[in-house]
Nanobody, 121 residues
Framework: QVQLVESGGGLVQAGASLRLSCAAS????????MAWFRQAPGKERGFVAG???????LLADSVKGRFSVNRDNAKNTLYLQMNSLKPEDTAVYYC???????????????WGQGTQVTVSS
């Protein structure tokens, strides 16, 4: 079983940048697709970005051009670089893993506990 721990969240002003990290333990994440989801208050959890086991990435339309996702299998870690943050990016951000890259959260096998990102206007 893979355990995931997110870090790097915080309170920032609009236009700022943050980099989230998702450190894995227990097993290597190299054979898995890894993804970031987020959930804002009163909203469903939604796909943000993901990367396949081979390194191909996918971004939600709402974050294209601002966010990027990458993985470092040697460090067993997933990253989300967030630039030009907007108040609507405020949410709890979760990382998750699955055999394939899905945009639906129900397909993911293991999850982190989440990290809060708050963007003030």
């Amino acid at each position: 079983q893979v355990q995931l721990v997110e870090s790097g969240g915080g309170l920032v002003q609009a236009g700022a940048s943050l980099r989230l990290s998702c450190a894995a333990s227990g097993r290597t994440i190299s054979p898995y697709a890894m993804a970031w989801f987020r959930q804002a208050p009163g909203k469903e959890r939604g796909f943000v970005a993901g990367v396949t086991a081979s390194g191909d990435s996918l971004l939600a339309d709402s974050v294209k051009g601002r966010f990027s996702v990458n993985r470092d299998n040697a460090k067993n870690t997933l990253y989300l670089q967030m630039n030009s943050l907007k108040p609507e990016d405020t949410a709890v951000y979760y990382c998750a893993g699955a055999r394939f890259l899905y945009t639906a959260d129900r397909n993911y096998e293991f999850w982190g506990q989440g990290t809060q990102v708050t963007v003030s206007s």
